[in-house]
C-alpha cells in the first residue's frame, strides 16, 4: 500500500532532517523551472532542428565546430540570463554534498558550497588539442541562435572547445571519486530530475542504496532509478524540495 502523497512528503522530510551525511544528486530537471531545457526536452527554435544527444559527442564537434560550439555558447548566454529557483534555494540551506550532472552555474549561484560538477561547466572552455585553459568566456554576448566560430587557443592554434564531457569521453577523476565516495558514506540521497539513463552518473544512487544508505527521488515522471527508492516524490523540484529539506 503506498503512502499517501501528504504522508510520503512528511517522511521524506523526517529522514532528510535526521540526515547526518545529506547527498543530494541533480540533473537537467533541477533548473527546469529556472528557464533552462531538460537534456531530454524537445530542443526550441533553431535547436529544434537537432538532437541534443547528437551534438554533446566529441564526433559532432569534429565536424562541425561552429555548430557545437553556438549551441553551447546559445546554452551558456541563456543561463547567464536566469536564475535559481526555489529548489536550489533549499538544497543550498542544508549542509549537504551536491553532486550535479549539470553544467550550469545554478547550485553556486543559490549558495551551495563546492558542487561537484559531474559533466563539466559551461564556464570552463578550454583548448581541443593541448587541454590547457581557454580563460572564461566573455559575459554577455550576442544571444543568437546558431553556428558561432570557435576561438582558437593561444598556445597551439587549436580550437576552443566547451569544458563539457561528451558521450564516450571519462568523467573527470577527481569529481567522480568525491562523488562515489560521498555517496558510499551518505545516510540519505537525495536524488532530483535526472532521467538516470546516463553513466555512470545513474550508478551513483545504487551505490549508496547497496551501502544500505536511504535514496529518495524527486521527479515528476517514473525513472529507471525508481526500485531504488525508498520514496518516489512524483513532482518539480521547485515545489518539492522546499517541503522535504528545512
Ligand atoms: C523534472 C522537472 C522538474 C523535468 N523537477 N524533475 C553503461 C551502460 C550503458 C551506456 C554506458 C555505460 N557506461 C557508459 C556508457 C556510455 C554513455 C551512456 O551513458 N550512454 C547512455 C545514454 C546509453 N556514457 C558516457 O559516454 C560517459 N562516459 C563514460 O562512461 O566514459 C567511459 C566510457 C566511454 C565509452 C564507453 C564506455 C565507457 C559520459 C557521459 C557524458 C554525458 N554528457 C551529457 C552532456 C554534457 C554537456 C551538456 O550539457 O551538453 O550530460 S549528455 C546529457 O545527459 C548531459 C546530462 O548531464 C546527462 C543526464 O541527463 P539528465 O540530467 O538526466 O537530463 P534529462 O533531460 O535526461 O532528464 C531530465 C529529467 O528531469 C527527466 O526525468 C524529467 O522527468 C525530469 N524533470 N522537469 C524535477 N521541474
Ligand atoms: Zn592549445
Given at each position: 500500500?503506498?503512502?499517501?502523497?501528504?504522508?510520503?512528503?512528511?517522511?521524506?522530510?523526517?529522514?532528510i532532517?535526521?540526515?547526518?551525511?545529506?547527498?543530494?544528486?541533480?540533473?537537467?530537471?533541477?533548473?527546469?523551472?529556472?528557464?533552462?531545457?531538460?537534456?531530454?526536452?524537445?530542443l526550441?527554435?533553431?535547436?529544434?532542428?537537432?538532437d541534443?544527444?547528437a551534438?554533446?559527442t566529441?564526433?559532432?564537434?569534429?565536424?562541425?565546430?561552429?555548430?557545437?560550439?553556438?549551441?553551447?555558447?546559445?546554452?551558456?548566454e541563456?543561463?547567464?540570463?536566469?536564475g535559481?529557483?526555489?529548489?536550489?534555494e533549499?538544497?543550498a540551506?542544508?549542509?549537504?554534498?551536491?553532486?550535479?550532472q549539470?553544467?550550469?552555474d545554478?547550485?553556486e549561484?543559490a549558495?551551495?558550497?563546492n558542487?561537484?560538477?559531474l559533466?563539466?561547466?559551461?564556464?570552463?572552455?578550454?583548448?581541443?588539442?593541448?587541454g590547457?585553459?581557454?580563460?572564461?568566456?566573455a559575459?554577455?554576448?550576442a544571444?543568437?541562435?546558431?553556428p558561432?566560430?570557435?576561438?582558437?587557443c593561444?598556445?597551439?592554434?587549436?580550437l576552443?572547445r566547451?569544458?563539457?564531457?561528451w558521450?564516450?569521453e571519462?568523467?573527470p577523476?577527481?569529481?567522480?571519486?568525491?562523488?562515489?565516495e560521498?555517496?558510499?558514506?551518505?545516510?540519505?540521497?537525495?536524488?532530483?530530475?535526472?532521467?538516470?539513463?546516463v553513466?555512470?552518473?545513474?550508478?551513483?544512487?545504487?551505490?549508496?542504496?547497496?551501502l544500505?544508505?536511504?535514496?529518495?527521488?524527486?521527479?515528476?515522471?517514473?525513472t529507471p532509478?525508481?526500485?531504488?527508492?525508498?520514496?518516489?516524490?512524483?513532482?518539480?523540484?521547485?515545489?518539492?524540495?522546499p517541503?522535504?529539506?528545512?
Amino acid at each position: 500500500e503506498p503512502l499517501s502523497e501528504p504522508a510520503q512528503l512528511r517522511a521524506a522530510a523526517a529522514l532528510i532532517a535526521g540526515a547526518e551525511r545529506l547527498v543530494v544528486l541533480t540533473g537537467a530537471g533541477m533548473s527546469a523551472e529556472s528557464g533552462v531545457p531538460t537534456f531530454r526536452d524537445a530542443l526550441t527554435g533553431l535547436w529544434a532542428r537537432y538532437d541534443a544527444q547528437a551534438l554533446a559527442t566529441p564526433e559532432a564537434f569534429e565536424q562541425d565546430p561552429a555548430l557545437v560550439w553556438g549551441w553551447y555558447e546559445w546554452r551558456r548566454e541563456l543561463v547567464e540570463r536566469v536564475g535559481p529557483n526555489a529548489g536550489h534555494e533549499a538544497v543550498a540551506r542544508r549542509d549537504a554534498v551536491v553532486i550535479t550532472q549539470n553544467v550550469d552555474d545554478l547550485h553556486e549561484r543559490a549558495g551551495s558550497k563546492n558542487p561537484i560538477h559531474l559533466h563539466g561547466s559551461l564556464f570552463t572552455p578550454r583548448c581541443s588539442g593541448c587541454g590547457r585553459a581557454a580563460g572564461a568566456p566573455a559575459v554577455g554576448g550576442a544571444g543568437t541562435e546558431g553556428p558561432r566560430t570557435p576561438p582558437s587557443c593561444e598556445h597551439c592554434q587549436s580550437l576552443v572547445r566547451p569544458g563539457v564531457v561528451w558521450f564516450g569521453e571519462s568523467l573527470p577523476v577527481d569529481a567522480l571519486e568525491k562523488a562515489v565516495e560521498a555517496a558510499a558514506n551518505a545516510d540519505v540521497l537525495v536524488t532530483v530530475g535526472t532521467s538516470g539513463v546516463v553513466h555512470p552518473a545513474a550508478e551513483i544512487p545504487q551505490v549508496t542504496a547497496k551501502l544500505g544508505g536511504t535514496v529518495i527521488q524527486v521527479n515528476p515522471q517514473p525513472t529507471p532509478l525508481d526500485p531504488f527508492c525508498a520514496v518516489n516524490l512524483r513532482g518539480p523540484a521547485a515545489t518539492v524540495l522546499p517541503e522535504i529539506i528545512r
